[in-house]
């Protein structure tokens, strides 16, 4: 379960709240990645023979240093995750450089949004760790007691959603407003989609057993364990059912049948993509090396989701108090707090506060935002409203626009006419785009900071 926790640390800030519709701008704001960036660096010095005790310092950024447990600890996040994946994984000592250097370009961002005198106060961090119990389906208490099993610090953990929010807040401001999509741009990207014929906007669901290799086996035992997974790959298509399969031979997760979950072809390792590229729904590949071991496929979904033919719209009414000089953010969730304590006692009328103290275009309308497609409001607020029921209230819940308390009133599933398709292609185009723009940013403002290796991380 905790593994959806870490992918979102890494990924760089989870999904979170939005703009409401026409009346007050709400637009998507897309995860962070990972930019490369220049290097000005000396040469690395080779790593000491005798393993390090005591924690030490592995590089500088600008000033600032980045130590050995931080690295530990960001691998102790991710190395779960990598596992769950079933994909091939990187060598260890790999994977340690790549942690190191996306430390490093945190870091340069970390300092800059700290030049800007961007902050997260703790009523944001609180939210975040709400979110994360949320998504994870547990409350606040149990989260924490499920981090601290593996080893995850809350002071570190905390520290990570504060600095995810902080880097996501100066990408809105740095890189976001470069960021225009054009008519012309709609209509070309259309054109592309109607003559489409590759694999561009797949969506695929595997199944995995997984024979591991272990590392240093002889020639003798890899083509013994190749002979398993042949074995394995012979009954699946015979017949056999998978998820046995699965549970007697596989290496990797044996959760749900060894399915490793419906997404975005891009993310699943390229070598599976093309092993199964020619392979219907329900067909077996394999068995396919890699470095993890011999992986047998089976294909259990596949479907576009470039132009999606029908959406889930959502239909909230919200009630915003905008944070400033007058009131700062701590007074307005409590505010808004009250309110919600107020409806749901019956003593007071969401619509009626809403036209009252509101501070949203929407106010006339008592909040309502009308229906809204998917990601047409700001992460932090779709988040919440997502994870609402129909008639439900969330609590206080900030944003850049201030601090909205959103309703759900209802949900329906739609066929996108010709105007909704523009502006599902609109969004797609604005995400490529915000991800290129993105990039160049972050590797422009990494060649600007200087980078000192010191020993390497173990």
Do not use: C
């Amino acid at each position: 379960m905790l593994q959806r926790v870490l992918a979102l640390i890494l990924a760089g800030l989870m999904t979170w709240m939005a703009p409401p519709a026409l009346a007050q701008g709400l637009r998507p704001s897309p995860q962070l990645g990972a930019g490369s960036g220049l290097l000005r660096v000396p040469t690395p010095r080779p790593a000491s023979s005798a393993p390090r005790q005591a924690d030490y310092i592995v590089a500088v950024v600008n000033s600032e240093p980045i130590t050995n447990n931080e690295v530990q600890a960001r691998l102790k996040r991710i190395e779960p995750q990598l596992a769950q994946q079933g994909g091939p994984i990187a060598p260890h000592n790999v994977l340690v450089r790549q942690v190191l250097e996306r430390l490093i370009t945190e870091k340069a961002q970390l300092q800059q949004a700290k030049e800007l005198g961007l902050k997260v106060d703790e009523a944001s961090v609180d939210q975040a760790e709400q979110n994360v119990a949320r998504q994870n389906q547990v409350d606040v208490a149990t989260l924490r007691t499920k981090l601290a099993g593996q080893g995850i610090e809350l002071k570190r953990f905390r520290d990570e959603l504060r600095n995810q929010i902080l880097l996501s807040r100066l990408r809105e401001r740095e890189v976001d407003p470069q960021v225009k999509v054009t008519d012309l741009d709609v209509d070309q990207f259309l054109h592309e989609q109607q003559g489409s014929t590759d694999g561009s906007g797949l969506e695929i669901n595997l199944a995995q057993v997984l024979v591991v290799v272990p590392e240093g086996a002889s020639d003798a035992q890899v083509k013994a364990l190749q002979a398993r997974a042949q074995q394995v790959a012979d009954r699946a298509r015979a017949g056999d059912d998978f998820a046995a399969l699965v549970n007697e031979y596989s290496g990797a997760s044996r959760g749900n049948g060894g399915q490793m979950g419906l997404r975005d072809a891009a993310r699943y390792p390229a070598l599976f993509v093309e092993a199964t590229r020619n392979a219907p729904i329900g067909g077996v590949v394999g068995p396919v090396r890699s470095g993890a071991g011999f992986h047998i496929l089976k294909v259990i979904d596949k479907q576009r989701a470039d132009m999606p033919a029908t959406v889930t719209q959502s239909h909230a009414r919200h009630i915003l108090l905008r944070t400033g000089a007058q009131m700062s953010e701590a007074q307005a969730r409590e505010r808004l707090a009250d309110f919600r304590k107020r409806i749901l006692a019956k003593q007071a009328d969401f619509a009626t506060l809403a036209r009252e103290y509101s501070q949203d275009g929407s106010a006339r309308e008592g909040g309502d935002l009308g229906w809204s497609n998917p990601g047409q409001y700001v992460p932090e607020f779709e988040s919440a409203m997502n994870s609402l029921a129909p008639g439900e209230i969330s609590e206080p819940v900030t944003s850049r626009f201030g601090v909205h308390l959103i309703q759900l009133l209802e949900r329906r599933d739609v066929k996108l006419t010709d105007a909704q398709k523009r502006e599902v292609a609109r969004n797609i185009l604005r995400e490529k785009k915000l991800e290129e723009a993105y990039a160049t940013w972050a590797q422009d403002l990494r060649g600007r900071a200087y980078v000192e290796y010191r020993d390497p991380p173990q």
